[in-house]
């Protein structure tokens, strides 16, 4: 039978290349967001591809987060494969000049938002005993750089969390994997930055990951056979050695 996936953040950067490669192989989607009318521009292009069903909600709201995955359809209801990839950094400033609401964005969507959608999935999986949850985590989930501090932070909770949903899902023959990329040309620095020119200088120099670097990768994870899960996986493009060492032409 065909697969049915949830992609949160499908709007843009690596959820939309997510979304494209999935349609690719034939699998059906549920694309999130909170921006509609790209949602429907997607769901328009990808619907010559596979069945497409679209939800909007900010991942913020706990209760608009419920009510949205239980409005789905009958034939989308039982999800077999979901991609918590929702999420961005907000500012990036020296924790003593840090701007609190930033902190409070970066947990409520990095953090608690990948928990609601979870909690509002697991359990037809458990139900099921099977299933696959992939997490977006990051490179900044295994290593803290310098003014990175509450993002870094927002992502090694989405590592301690994707391996506890290892842990207690494994009765369930659930698998649970993290994918960590490094630099990846999205949207991504343009959000950071808050429309900031700084922004347009993050990726030049070198070639960073293309969104669709990290979709063939998580396509690759949702792939392999039955008894073989990918737990944790760290992607960098080449130039880049780890999260302070980059490699960039002057
Ligand atoms: P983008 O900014 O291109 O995409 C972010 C996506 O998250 C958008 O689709 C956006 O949709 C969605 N999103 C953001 N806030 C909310 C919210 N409150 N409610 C619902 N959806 C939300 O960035 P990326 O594609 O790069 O980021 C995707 C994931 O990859 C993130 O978790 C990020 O931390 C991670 N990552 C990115 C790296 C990079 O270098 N780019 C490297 C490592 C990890 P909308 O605005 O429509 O709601
Ligand atoms: C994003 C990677 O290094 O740009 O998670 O913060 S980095």
């Known amino acids: ?32 967001g909170r921006r509609v009318e790209r949602l429907n521009t997607i769901k328009e ?80 999986m458990t139900k099921r005993h099977s299933g696959h949850i992939i997490n977006i985590g990051s490179s900044a989930g ?3 750089y310098p003014k990175g501090n509450v993002y870094c932070a927002s992502k090694h909770a989405v590592l301690a969390i994707t391996e506890g949903m290892r842990l207690d899902l494994n009765p369930y023959g659930i698998k649970v994997t993290a994918i960590n990329p490094g630099m990846v040309e999205t949207e991504f620095s343009k959000v950071r930055f808050k429309g900031d020119p700084a922004a347009d200088s993050v990726y030049k120099g070198f070639k960073a990951l293309e969104a669709k670097d ?4 998580i396509y690759f994870a949702v792939s392999r056979p ?25």
């Open 1 to 32: 039978m065909t697969k049915i996936a949830l992609i949160t953040g499908a709007t843009s950067g690596i959820g939309e290349a997510t979304a494209y490669e999935f349609a690719k192989q034939g699998l059906h989607l549920i694309l999130c």
């Open 45 to 124: 292009a990808l619907e010559k591809l596979t069945v497409v069903h679209t939800l909007n909600f900010d991942i913020r709201k706990r209760h608009k987060v419920l009510k949205a995955i239980d409005s789905l359809p009958e034939n989308f209801k039982n999800i077999d494969i979901l991609i918590n990839n929702a999420g961005n950094a907000h500012g990036l400033d020296p924790i003593q000049d840090g701007d609190i609401d930033d902190w409070d964005t970066m947990i409520d969507i990095n953090v608690k938002g990948l928990l609601y959608v979870s909690k509002a999935i697991i359990p037809q």
């Open 142 to 144: 295994k290593e803290v």
């Open 214 to 217: 990290v979709a063939e990768i």
């Open 226 to 250: 039955a008894h073989v899960n990918i737990a944790d996986l760290l992607v960098f493009p080449t130039a880049q050695a780890n999260s302070t060492t980059v490699q960039k032409e002057l």
